[in-house]
């Protein structure tokens, strides 16, 4: 994105330099389950600048005091939590660098939700890069001017609040079978914390405890990364073991399961903003755009993608019977802009905004990158294809 640093960059690369690299992030905790790209992304401020305008203009609609009940239908009335939190503590924003009218790059917004990314691993990412690449002095991973320090700070303020580690665990459906586990152990070694599968969790009344170190420990907060969808697909004694999530127990939550589904693809139809695609509920189109080929059909309860209708119809439409379940998205282009030695990649941005204790409003922290050259974001549109997968982006300061 940065003509000269990516020329630069791309000239300097080795293969041994980039397999260093990966053999050194797969030596540290335990191996990547997923790709990780060759190269990061450098972000130039003028672009940088309407990504966070965007954020904030979607923080600005989340703090309004009738944003609670604007969202409240979007909770599943099965999947609600007791015990509302008043804010969510993370807010992750994806956009797609995309091509606009005047053939400009620009970032698109498309999804959003309230609840954790890769947010360690990011750290040990940058750590590791810096040990095997160079970077612009005046370009950082890190956003709204925090160091490696400040930020893992900031995390482990938002992740412990006031607990001790050993009474503050990271939840997950069978944490070590997921892809991004490494996440969950660079949590361990950086806050102390344990993840902990769903499965193992002991209630005594109104209280959760698990196994430490052969101990019944108390847990007192959850760094919540169950995705409730994900957990309908399980077998049944699993969603069993679940069922306590749903009851009326003494325990904090970062951040609290429901702001999953108020801060998502429910909240776009609320939203103005030229980095944002216009997006309507299914149910509030009143006449079918006679270009449908420009507009993408997303099912508002779904994960990782999946229901998503990319060349949409009205067949697609008119076969669809909880209309409220849906919204039309105006579709974006997305650039070939990251050059590479063959073809070029397309890029997806993810901005890591936390909410500190005390503070009005949430703030720019981090983010990562995805590179694709498949027709969509994902393993199973690059099989075979290199410089894609996960990264991060390098922005100017």
């Known amino acids: 994105m940065v003509k000269e640093l990516r020329e630069a960059f791309n000239k300097h690369f080795t293969q041994e330099k980039f397999n260093a690299f990966v053999s050194e992030l797969n030596s540290i905790h335990v191996p990547l389950q997923f790709r990780t790209a060759e190269t990061p992304i450098f972000v130039p401020k003028y672009f940088s600048n309407q990504i966070i305008s965007a954020c904030e203009s979607i923080v600005d609609v989340i703090m309004k005091p009738d944003f609670k009940e604007l969202t409240q239908n979007a909770i599943p009335k099965h999947l609600e939590v007791q015990h509302n939190d008043e804010r969510p503590d993370c807010i992750t924003f994806d956009f797609g660098v995309c091509l606009n009218g005047k053939n400009e790059l620009e970032p698109q917004l498309i999804e959003m939700q309230a609840f954790p990314s890769l947010f360690a691993f990011e750290v040990l990412l940058d750590d590791v890069y810096h040990k095997h690449f160079s970077t612009p002095a005046n370009y950082s991973s890190y956003l709204g001017n925090l160091t490696r320090e400040s930020y893992l700070e900031l995390l482990k303020n938002m992740i412990l609040k006031n607990h001790s580690p050993e009474n503050v665990i990271l939840l997950e459906i069978f944490p070590e079978k997921q892809k991004t586990n490494v996440d969950f152990y660079c949590t361990q070694q950086y806050l102390g914390i344990k993840p902990i599968c769903i499965t193992e969790l002991i209630q005594r009344g109104k209280q959760l405890y698990y196994i430490n170190n052969g101990k019944e420990t108390l847990i007192k907060r959850i760094y919540n990364r169950v995705i409730f969808d994900e957990l309908l697909q399980q077998e049944d004694w699993v969603q069993q073991k ?142 075979d294809k290199t410089w894609t997968g996960g990264t991060m982006g390098f922005f100017e300061r």
Do not use: C
């Not at 009326?248 to 589904?261: C, S």
């Not at 779904?302 to 008119?318: K, M, R």
């Not at 379940?325 to 050059?339: D, F, G, M, S």
């Open 242 to 383: 679940a069922k306590v999530l749903f009851e009326d127990i003494e325990v904090e939550w970062m951040p609290h399961p429901n702001w999953f589904y108020r801060i998502s693809k429910y909240t776009l139809p609320l939203i103005d903003h030229p980095n944002i695609p216009p997006t309507k509920y299914l149910s509030q189109v009143k006449q079918i755009p006679a270009d449908l080929e420009n507009y993408v059909l997303k099912p508002l309860f779904s994960f990782a993608g999946q229901g998503v209708v990319i060349d949409v119809t009205q067949a697609d439409i008119e076969k669809i019977t909880d209309p409220e379940n849906w919204i039309l998205q105006r579709k974006v282009t997305y650039a070939p802009a990251i050059e590479t030695p063959d073809e070029p990649a397309k890029a997806e941005i993810r901005i890591f905004y936390f909410w500190p204790e005390g503070k009005e409003r949430p703030v720019p922290a981090n983010n990562l990158v995805r590179l694709s050259k498949g027709k969509m974001i994902g393993v199973r549109y690059n099989k």
